[in-house]
């Protein structure tokens, strides 16, 4: 029995789907941001695993990108949490409502 | 049973069981650190495939410093409170669970497809080169103005967050 890509991108396909379902039920927005990550994370073992496949480099260079810019992504956003825990004194994303009709 | 199966069956046991609590756990706090174990474990999985530059990259950035941003921030808005466990949308959960797992139909559809090459082969590096010199190598020739590009994306960045987190004295 060995392990084949398929293994790795079903495994991925599932941690993708607990990352979208957890943004969907959670509404404290710091853990909503870090089921985003967990998105991204499998999204780079899917890259990584075609690159495996197809025997290439630009997959991975591909991940290095997508770390940027989540780094870039993590770094604006939780200091959009922190302005918004000023002005609402809460974390919780109901709470953000100022577009609501 | 090969070594990597071993391997491959422990780590993504670990590394689902870790999302899962992680999606489940109502303290922010556990919820970081059990994102910390599944990317670890990505890590992992990205040695077993031979991308060492890679899972380097995914320790370092991802569970060191983007982590550490993250249980900063966490203990910056007060640990102890408690996400509100009544969802004022009743239906939210379920329609939740269902889209969830029309995503996940929706994945396993493309992968069964004929969409993805059925090519399996072991990695290996360019002949006489590691994977990261490989990679370098890849990354500064080909990439190398999408590489230089990511200066101005994380200048762009941190400018942003001058401007969102300055507190405004005025008032």
Not at chain 1, 24 to 51: G, K, P, Q, S, Y
Not at chain 2, 64 to 71: E, H, P, W
Not at chain 2, 83 to 99: H, M, V, Y
Not at chain 2, 116 to 137: K, Q
Request: charged letters at 10%; a neutral charge; hydrophobic letters at 65%.
């Amino acid at each position: 029995m060995t392990v084949g890509p398929g293994w790795y991108l079903t495994l991925s396909a599932l941690l993708f789907t607990i990352g979208a379902v957890g943004v969907l039920v959670r509404r404290n927005v710091i853990v909503m941001f870090m089921c985003i990550e967990l998105m991204l994370n499998a999204v780079n073992l899917t890259l990584v695993t075609f690159d495996r496949m197809n025997l290439g480099l630009d997959g991975q260079v591909s991940v290095f990108f997508v770390l940027v810019v989540a780094a870039a992504e993590v770094v604006v956003g939780l200091a959009i949490i922190v302005s918004i825990f000023r002005k609402r004194a809460s974390a919780d994303a109901d709470q953000v409502n100022l577009l609501k009709w | 049973m090969t070594i990597e199966t071993i391997v491959f069956v422990v780590v993504a046991l670990g590394a689902l069981a870790a999302a899962l609590t992680m999606v489940l756990s109502p303290n922010a706090v556990h919820s970081a650190l059990l994102l910390v174990g599944v990317q670890v474990c990505l890590a992992i999985m990205f040695l077993l495939q031979g991308a060492f530059f890679i899972a380097a990259l995914q320790v370092i950035v991802y569970a060191g410093a983007i982590m550490v941003l993250f249980v900063f921030v966490v203990m910056l808005l007060g640990v102890d409170r408690k996400e509100a466990l009544i969802e004022p949308i009743s239906f939210q959960r379920p329609l939740a669970i269902g889209l969830g797992a029309l995503l996940l139909a929706e994945g396993f559809l493309i992968g069964a497809s004929e969409l993805l090459p059925r090519a399996v082969a072991a990695n290996r590096a360019v002949a006489g080169e590691g994977n990261v010199e490989a990679v370098a190598r890849v990354l500064f020739t080909k990439w190398a103005f999408a590489f230089e590009f990511t200066s101005v994306t994380l200048a762009v960045a941190i400018v942003g967050v001058m401007v969102l987190a300055k507190r405004d004295t005025n008032s």
